[in-house]
């Protein structure tokens, strides 16, 4: 038999079949015989494949209008925050500062900042990563340090008459003060919580159980710089309110004078220049806490660090900006801002009123550089609304060179009058206009 003859015993029952491919074989000649034959193979494959071609297709149309659905579905939803975007980018940008920052800090801190508060957050640096006291994020230098009994010193904290008595209460986003912010949304009160170093705002406001933040919204979720983007109201430089308490991380304290040594950045200085001239703080009177371990608090020169920080200084004679025999602490510049309470995880110290160092109000416009302002809008729109109000130019600062970092701003902030300069301050000496 020919093999058409085998094709069309095959397709018996596809009668159409049989007499298309009858039809194609008895067109051909003998020359084009055996191209004939394959070509009605071929189409008797084919369709004798149909039916179950078709079947497939039909069984997968479901799937496919469910697969549209979904995909025009999410199209037409809302955008919502994208929390690990918003902690990716934020992560990478605080880990590329880090490293610039390390990169430029044995040569060049020294000559961009006060040298006795660069020398204490050295040591106090050293200490929490040699002991292990320090915690997640680590290391901790050019950090406000997360420190061991960081919770524990909250709850301290929040056993405070003037905290219970708060209703709105600022408190600095870093890890550290985590627990304290919790504890604040815990009492029913107001958080007041800058957005990481003004970067992108200025400030931001969370309150559970309210019809921004229901009930039900987990105050664990609200704690962190990601959680305070979701949640929190954005406000502007205008809005009237009134801050009670204001809550700082610190590097190191001296429980004698309040004065205290942050990272370096001075944002905690510049956040309350802005919130004294514009009236939502009233600096003679609102009440400066910080939270640390107890090695950070200076004590004299009994223990470490301050022992062998103590040693070193008289080996080396230092003598600047105030410092001597008796304190690494040197003078304060005229918008440092002290500290009136200090929580450690194991006792509560309050800096007495006779040695305690004057609090700066307002911002500082002769001590911030232009290079400064440059990275800040929103004190860029504070000179220009307040220049405006005056009818003036306010003055500027000094031009500095800021270290290299990726937004991360250093240095230079204000404190003092509007537009103005202020009394000078220093723990013991007169303030000299120096950066952070």
């Given at each position: 038999?020919?093999?058409?003859?085998?094709?069309?015993?095959?397709?018996?029952?596809?009668?159409?079949?049989?007499?298309?491919?009858?039809?194609?074989?008895?067109?051909?000649?003998?020359?084009?015989?055996?191209?004939?034959?394959?070509?009605?193979?071929?189409?008797?494959?084919?369709?004798?494949?149909?039916?179950?071609?078709?079947?497939?297709?039909?069984?997968?149309?479901?799937?496919?209008?469910?697969?549209?659905?979904?995909?025009?579905?999410?199209?037409?939803?809302?955008?919502?925050?994208?929390?690990?975007?918003?902690?990716?980018?934020?992560?990478?940008?605080?880990?590329?500062?880090?490293?610039?920052?390390?990169?430029?800090?044995?040569?060049?801190?020294?000559?961009?900042?006060?040298?006795w508060k660069w020398r204490i957050?050295?040591?106090?640096?050293?200490?929490?990563?040699?002991?292990?006291?320090?915690?997640?994020?680590?290391?901790?230098?050019?950090?406000?340090?997360?420190?061991?009994?960081?919770?524990?010193?909250?709850?301290?904290?929040?056993?405070?008459?003037?905290?219970?008595?708060?209703?709105?209460?600022?408190?600095?986003?870093?890890?550290?003060?985590?627990?304290?912010?919790?504890?604040?949304?815990?009492?029913?009160?107001?958080?007041?919580?800058?957005?990481?170093?003004?970067?992108?705002?200025?400030?931001?406001?969370?309150?559970?159980?309210?019809?921004?933040?229901?009930?039900?919204?987990?105050?664990?979720?609200?704690?962190?710089?990601?959680?305070?983007?979701?949640?929190?109201?954005?406000?502007?430089?205008?809005?009237?309110?009134?801050?009670?308490?204001?809550?700082?991380?610190?590097?190191?304290?001296?429980?004698?004078?309040?004065?205290?040594?942050?990272?370096?950045?001075?944002?905690?200085?510049?956040?309350?220049?802005?919130?004294?001239?514009?009236?939502?703080?009233?600096?003679?009177?609102?009440?400066?806490?910080?939270?640390?371990?107890?090695?950070?608090?200076?004590?004299?020169?009994?223990?470490?660090?301050?022992?062998?920080?103590?040693?070193?200084?008289?080996?080396?004679?230092?003598?600047?900006?105030?410092?001597?025999?008796?304190?690494?602490?040197?003078?304060?510049?005229?918008?440092?801002?002290?500290?009136?309470?200090?929580?450690?995880?194991?006792?509560?110290?309050?800096?007495?009123?006779?040695?305690?160092l004057p609090k700066p109000s307002?911002?500082?416009?002769?001590?911030?550089?232009?290079?400064?302002?440059?990275?800040?809008?929103?004190?860029?729109?504070?000179?220009?609304?307040?220049?405006?109000?005056?009818?003036?130019?306010?003055?500027?600062?000094?031009?500095?060179?800021?270290?290299?970092?990726?937004?991360?701003?250093?240095?230079?902030?204000?404190?003092?009058?509007?537009?103005?300069?202020?009394?000078?301050?220093?723990?013991?000496?007169?303030?000299?206009?120096?950066?952070?």
């Amino acid at each position: 038999s020919t093999p058409l003859d085998c094709c069309l015993s095959i397709l018996d029952d596809h009668h159409r079949c049989l007499c298309a491919l009858r039809l194609i074989y008895n067109s051909g000649t003998m020359m084009h015989h055996q191209l004939t034959v394959a070509l009605a193979a071929a189409a008797a494959a084919v369709i004798f494949m149909l039916p179950m071609i078709s079947s497939a297709f039909t069984a997968s149309l479901p799937r496919s209008r469910s697969r549209l659905s979904s995909r025009l579905a999410d199209a037409s939803s809302p955008p919502s925050f994208d929390e690990k975007a918003f902690e990716t980018d934020r992560l990478a940008k605080d880990a590329q500062a880090m490293n610039e920052m390390s990169e430029v800090a044995t040569q060049e801190f020294a000559k961009l900042r006060t040298p006795w508060k660069w020398r204490i957050r050295k040591a106090v640096w050293d200490y929490l990563e040699e002991k292990n006291i320090a915690q997640f994020p680590r290391p901790v230098h050019h950090r406000i340090p997360n420190f061991m009994g960081a919770d524990e010193a909250a709850e301290n904290l929040a056993s405070l008459p003037e905290f219970q008595a708060a209703n709105m209460v600022k408190v600095n986003p870093d890890t550290p003060q985590r627990r304290v912010r919790h504890l604040v949304l815990e009492n029913d009160k107001t958080l007041l919580t800058p957005q990481p170093r003004l970067r992108t705002g200025f400030f931001q406001t969370l309150k559970h159980g309210t019809d921004a933040i229901p009930s039900h919204t987990p105050i664990e979720s609200l704690t962190s710089s990601k959680g305070a983007a979701k949640y929190g109201t954005p406000i502007t430089l205008y809005e009237k309110y009134t801050v009670d308490l204001v809550v700082v991380g610190s590097t190191a304290v001296c429980p004698k004078t309040g004065a205290r040594v942050g990272k370096g950045e001075g944002f905690a200085e510049l956040e309350w220049g802005i919130l004294s001239q514009q009236g939502n703080l009233d600096a003679s009177k609102v009440l400066v806490v910080t939270t640390v371990h107890d090695s950070q608090v200076f004590d004299g020169g009994v223990e470490e660090p301050w022992k062998s920080l103590m040693e070193q200084q008289e080996k080396d004679g230092v003598d600047d900006d105030g410092t001597n025999s008796q304190t690494p602490f040197g003078s304060l510049t005229q918008h440092d801002v002290p500290v009136d309470i200090i929580v450690t995880p194991t006792q509560i110290i309050r800096v007495p009123d006779e040695t305690k160092l004057p609090k700066p109000s307002g911002v500082y416009w002769d001590l911030l550089s232009p290079q400064k302002l440059a990275q800040i809008r929103v004190l860029q729109e504070l000179k220009k609304k307040t220049e405006e109000n005056l009818g003036e130019s306010l003055p500027s600062g000094p031009d500095e060179v800021l270290p290299p970092t990726a937004s991360r701003n250093r240095k230079g902030r204000g404190g003092g009058g509007r537009g103005g300069r202020g009394r000078g301050r220093g723990g013991r000496g007169s303030g000299r206009g120096r950066s952070v």
